[in-house]
């Protein structure tokens, strides 16, 4: 009793020098609504995976070298020289993409319980904020590993940025700290990553934690209690007062044991799939790579690979500014009215088909079918049953189809590239004069061959595709699927005929 | 509880705590999430697993993932293998056979092999597949092509007694109209369009070494008949010079297509 007491005077001391320990109890024990249950974890939860990046950030800035010659060096340094020093990267980086997940699962909470609404806009515009600088932090961090992903990645956003109308050299400047990606580049994003970003968001979480504090923890949405500007805050706070419990323990007990579920599971992903990259080192010259995102930004990069190029410059100048303004002016277009999901069926269409979006254009960019396979042609070979039961021309066929690197683009037997339909029934759909002229001609996507292809070797490729009728598939158009007839008339001896009588032994020896 | 068992207490604790964070990184190192050694080992081609990883990487496409059943002559045939000098494997490997479709992988070519890579590699696809299939196909000729020397009329007949039977000059039977097409009937190797795309060389490896894994007999045969049945006997140099005389003539004839027909060109 008596130890209690005294840490309660110096409590009280400290209180009276500098109030904090008032608000940190207000923090609390503040009350919170009964309802709030499991749905409101995913916002500690991505606080705690914040931690982890702070903590982790931190032990990696001590030995991560932020220049272009010794970067790369120096992750490889961290994963094979210092003792679990892979396990520190490994957390690093599966807690980012673990943070944005859990940021985008409390974003979609808040967004289908409507709880952006009155009083709490402003909580939903320092958030809206909260996600862009995170998602700025992931980008960068994904640039500090200074391989080919990283290179052709800045590549690609200074190209962007390149297309801004009048300012657009001067911003790629900015951005790249000169003409070109250099040294200088990786300095300007180590800033961004481990100073500027994470100072902001810091300030942020401040913000968004106050205003959450201010404006209480919301309840759940019930049908037929719709906000109303007059009534809200009165109504909210008798409930509260009336039904509600305290933060901590009661709601706190939730966060932490969700939290530490998560980084068990975050510990758990770690060990098993080990740090992200670094891949490859970037090499100009080199046309066989096939650089890429990170997952977390595989849609991102769908949707610049697919767009139509009449339309790039603008959708992406213009796409991104418009979605991040209606994102923040989401709780003023739609302050008041019914919270509860069943009540707004349009919200919750949106969000279906946002969430649809990103996902088919995740798996997009995972498969990433509009790159070709640059080694398809000598590393992938053609399937056994094409090559059996087929004439020395359609053979032939079969090589030349290896050697022009069609597969690059064209899958058989399921392996290929997946630029251009897979050839598999090929025979089924284009008769052998239409193949002719598709591989002389192009057509659709695909180059002309015509002038790269003599015709004997023309020729054999369209005898080897015509063989290719999907396992006995029938014919889909008429013509296709027969032989050129009579191709091959070439005068042979007649067999029965004797030889003559220098050669009688031939046959029989 | 006593003063003393709580001390006992705590510093089983933190015994037990010491003995798990000493141990801790040496399971860690364990784990299966951890960075493999960079720089990677070093695999010599000549090893089994660092020929099959090159010959995957850069041979496969054409002459088959197990060194057969590609489209491309297979490797996996000791004779052959044995056959052709170490050197001038190496060189085809490195620089390709100009005017066909083999490239080179090393020398110049983008993303080329370092001489000594393909030197073991050499080594490594003999050790791999040096005794790999039948013994004595080739009747000791020698693997190289000897350029002009063959007789065109005797090797029409030889092919009329031995090749024409499974190597008939108009189109198989086709496969959907045909329910049990005659399996060792493998297709013209006269027409003028194969004939352009393959070398004389391809032509005598072929019947000198055979192609087991299509079912085609090297110079020992058996082969078989205009009549249907096995002709006795074997190839020697000669007989595959004047095979090779006599396809080889046929590349100059004129395709006799429909377009052949009408006065097209």
Redesign the interface.
């Known amino acids: 009793m008596k130890q209690e007491g005294n840490v309660r005077k110096s409590l009280d001391w400290v209180d009276d020098r500098t109030g904090l320990v008032s608000v940190a109890e207000h923090a609390m024990f503040h009350k919170v609504p009964r309802s709030a249950k499991w749905w409101y974890v995913f916002g500690s939860a991505t606080l705690m995976f914040f931690m982890v990046q702070l903590v982790t950030g931190i032990l990696l800035t001590t030995i991560y070298v932020p220049s272009a010659a010794e970067a790369y060096q120096s992750l ?1 340094y961290i ?2 020289r210092i ?2 020093g ?2 520190i990267r ?1 957390l690093h980086g599966w807690s980012s993409n673990a943070m944005c997940v859990m940021m985008l699962i409390h974003m979609t909470q808040v967004f289908l319980h409507g709880t952006y609404k009155f009083p709490r806009e402003l909580t939903w515009v320092a958030g809206v904020f909260l996600c862009l600088t995170t998602l700025g932090l992931a980008f960068t961090g994904q640039i500090m590993r200074w391989d080919a992903n990283a290179y052709w990645g800045l590549g690609i956003g200074a190209a962007i940025v390149d297309r801004v109308p009048f300012a657009g050299n001067w911003l790629r400047s900015v951005v790249l700290g000169g003409p070109d990606i250099s040294g200088a580049t990786l300095s300007r994003f180590f800033a961004l990553h481990v100073f500027i970003l994470p100072g902001t968001l810091i300030g942020l979480i401040g913000v968004h934690l106050i205003l959450v504090l201010k404006g209480g923890i919301s309840e759940m949405p019930k049908v037929g209690q719709p906000i109303e500007r007059e009534t809200y805050r009165e109504d909210y706070e008798k409930r509260v007062k009336k039904t509600g419990v305290p933060f901590f323990p009661d709601a706190a007990r939730r966060d932490m044991v969700f939290c530490g579920a998560a980084l068990i599971a975050l510990i758990g992903i ?6 992200i990259g670094p891949g490859p080192l970037p090499d100009p ?4 790579v096939a650089p890429r995102p990170d997952t977390l930004f595989l849609w991102l990069f769908a949707v610049l690979a697919l767009l139509p190029p009449q339309t790039e410059t603008f959708l992406i100048l213009v796409g991104p500014p418009v979605a991040i303004a209606l994102l923040a002016a989401l709780p003023f277009l739609s302050p008041t009215g019914e919270r509860a999901p069943s009540r707004r069926p349009l919200s919750v269409i949106i969000l279906c088909i946002i969430v649809t979006a990103l996902l088919v254009l995740t798996w997009l960019g995972i498969g990433s079918p509009w790159s070709p396979v640059m ?8 399937p ?1 049953e094409y ?10 066929g ?6 022009a690197q069609c ?1 690059n683009c064209h899958s058989i037997g399921g392996e290929g590239g997946k630029r251009g339909p897979a050839l598999d029934d090929v025979a089924t759909r284009l008769s052998w004069d239409q193949l002719v002229r598709q591989i002389q001609q192009g057509g659709g996507n695909m180059p002309a061959y015509g002038k790269n292809l ?4 023309t ?2 490729l369209v ?1 080897f595709l015509s063989t290719l ?1 999907g396992g ?1 598939l029938p014919a889909t158009i008429p013509g296709a ?1 027969e ?15 004797p ?2 009588e ?2 009688a032994s ?4 | 509880m006593s003063r003393m068992t709580r001390i006992t207490r705590t510093i089983a604790a933190s015994a037990l705590l010491t003995v798990l964070a000493g141990t801790a ?1 040496s399971g ?1 190192d364990r ?5 493999p ?2 720089p990677p080992p070093v695999v010599l081609a000549s090893t089994p697993a660092g020929f099959q990883a090159t010959w ?7 002459h ?2 197990d060194g057969a ?4 002559l297979p490797m996996r045939n000791g004779e052959y293998l044995r056959a052709v000098p170490e050197d001038t494997m190496f060189s085809i490997i490195r620089d390709g056979i100009p005017s066909s ?1 083999m ?1 080179g992988f090393g020398g110049d070519a ?2 080329g092999l370092d001489d000594e890579v393909i030197r073991s590699f050499v080594q490594g696809m003999r050790s791999a597949w040096g005794d790999a299939g039948a013994k004595g196909v080739s009747q000791g000729i020698p693997w190289k092509v000897d350029a002009g020397d063959g007789d065109p009329t ?1 090797g ?7 090749c ?2 499974c ?6 039977a ?3 109209v045909d329910p049990d ?1 005659d ?1 060792l009937v ?9 004939l ?3 070398s004389d060389q391809h032509l005598h490896s072929n019947i000198v070494f055979g192609r087991a894994d ?1 079912g085609m007999p090297g110079a020992t045969g058996p082969f078989r ?2 009549d249907g049945r096995t ?5 020697d140099a000669g ?1 595959v010079a004047d095979l090779v005389a006599y396809l080889g003539a ?1 590349r100059s ?1 004129l ?4 377009e052949v ?1 009408d006065g097209a060109p």
Do not use: N
């Not at chain 1, 090559?387 to 032939?396: C, F, I, K």
């Open positions: 490889i994963d094979q003792p679990m892979w396990m490994a770690a060990s098993w799939y080990g740090p010259q080199s046309i066989e080694k398809a042609w000598t590393s992938i070979p053609t056994v090559v059996r039961h087929r004439s020395p021309l359609e053979l032939q079969a090589i030349q189809l290896q050697y597969r003599s015709s004997a070797e020729q054999a005898a009728d006995d699927m032989m050129q007839p009579g191709r091959d008339e070439s005068p042979t001896v007649d067999p029965t005929a030889l003559d220098a050669d031939v046959a029989s020896r | 990184p860690c784990l299966p999430g951890k960075p050694p960079y995957t990487d850069r041979c496969s496409g054409c088959g993932a059943l590609g489209a491309g479709r490239p983008i993303g005797r029409a007949r030889l092919f009329a007694a031995k024409a039977s190597h008939p000059s108009d189109e198989p086709d496969r959907a097409p399996p493998a297709g013209s190797v006269t027409d003028p369009f194969y352009r795309l393959v299509l008949g205009p002709v006795e006997g074997t190839l007989d046929g004839s395709p006799s297509g429909p027909k």
